[in-house]
């Protein structure tokens, strides 16, 4: 290759490679069917800068990508011809593909998620989704549920109802360190997460959850009505000293550090780790509404990539450390799944 290699595409029944590269081409290659050749077919200028992610679409012979140029593009397979392009406000990081109605949500480094429709040489934006607050490391998009996933670089996932269709979001949070790769295993309705620090979850969604409250403002406690400290006139009326604002996790409230003192955590709201909440939510959660609605593992390595085959149930992740790892997820993934793996 020409420059390093920053993206891969492969199309199983096709055998078709498609290689992203730090350079901003993407190179296509086939691969015989031994598997033991990989002939060179042709080459795509798609980007000026780093290729982020690639998506191949058979039916309309697309090559769809997202680079660091900050846009999206698609090119046409048979011509080799660039047919859309489209820019965003920043790097674009990933991106996920609706196949039968040519939607590509691509998430960028600002955090923001942008819904596309993609045309033969046109694209309109149909919605961005904003509500992380660091780069945008991973999607994963279920055509059948209409769900969208995104992990965060903030070390959240985010589940947008997009079939929904009335804004529900269900915010996760398991994890310690970015979030560097997610997947959706429909079926048995787990996702997979991982994060770089090794932490390695696998969240039930298969249960009713609830969406996290907007954090509300106030310029005083909501609880004890005491001033905070840019509230310079009630400070001055009532001779106090203002007070740092905080925010309950289970009813957004903002309050001061004395009427939040507890931490608890609050899984079916997604908070598996112990988070602020109020006095009075404290004394609302009850022991059972602690139980855990994710099981997390130890990688133990700083997990950068990390796959699927979700019909076996086997995950690969590969770190920055240079280890590549396969694991039997059947233990934790259900046992519907487990055909064909063999620990010897
Ligand atoms: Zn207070
Ligand atoms: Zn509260």
Not at 223 to 252: A, S, V, Y
Not at 314 to 333: A, Y
Request: aromatic content about 10%; hydrophobic content about 35%; charged content about 20%.
């Amino acid at each position: 290759m020409s420059s390093p290699c920053s993206a891969m595409a492969y199309h199983h029944d096709s055998r078709r490679i498609f290689v992203g590269q730090d350079n901003g081409a993407i190179m296509e290659f086939h691969v015989s069917e031994d598997f033991n050749k990989m002939n060179f077919v042709k080459t795509y200028p798609a980007h000026q800068n780093r290729v982020s992610a690639i998506v191949f679409c058979l039916t309309s012979e697309w090559v769809i990508s997202t680079g660091h140029d900050k846009c999206i593009s698609w090119m046409c397979t048979r011509s080799g011809s660039m047919l859309g392009r489209h820019y965003f406000a920043s790097w674009a990081s990933c991106l996920q593909y609706d196949y039968e109605t040519q939607h590509a949500f691509v998430g960028d480094y600002s955090g923001q998620i942008t819904l596309l429709k993609l045309e033969q040489n046109t694209c309109s934006v149909i919605t961005t989704l904003k509500g992380h607050e660091g780069s945008i490391t991973s999607l994963w998009w279920d055509p059948v549920q209409r769900l969208l996933f995104s992990g965060a670089s903030d070390h959240s996932i985010i589940m947008w109802d997009i079939g929904g269709r009335k804004g529900r979001t269900l915010l996760l949070q398991g994890h310690h360190d970015k979030v560097q790769a997610i997947c959706y295993i429909q079926l048995t309705r787990q996702l997979v997460s991982c994060s770089a620090d090794g932490g390695i979850a696998v969240w039930n969604m298969d249960i009713s959850r609830e969406e996290a409250p907007q954090w509300l403002e106030s310029d005083s406690c909501q609880k004890c009505e005491q001033p905070f400290f840019w509230n310079i006139k009630q400070m001055w009326d009532t001779k106090t000293l203002g007070l740092r604002q905080h925010h309950c996790r289970k009813c957004g409230q903002a309050v001061c550090g004395k009427c939040s003192t507890k931490r608890s955590s609050y899984p079916i709201m997604g908070f598996e780790f112990q988070v602020r909440v109020c006095d009075s939510c404290f004394e609302s959660i009850k022991d059972e509404d602690r139980t855990s609605l994710a099981t997390f593992h130890e990688g133990k390595h700083n997990i950068s990539h990390m796959s699927m085959d979700i019909s076996r149930g086997l995950m690969v992740t590969c770190g920055s450390d240079r280890i590549v790892k396969i694991w039997d997820m059947t233990p934790v993934v259900g046992c519907s799944l487990a055909t064909g793996f063999s620990s010897r």
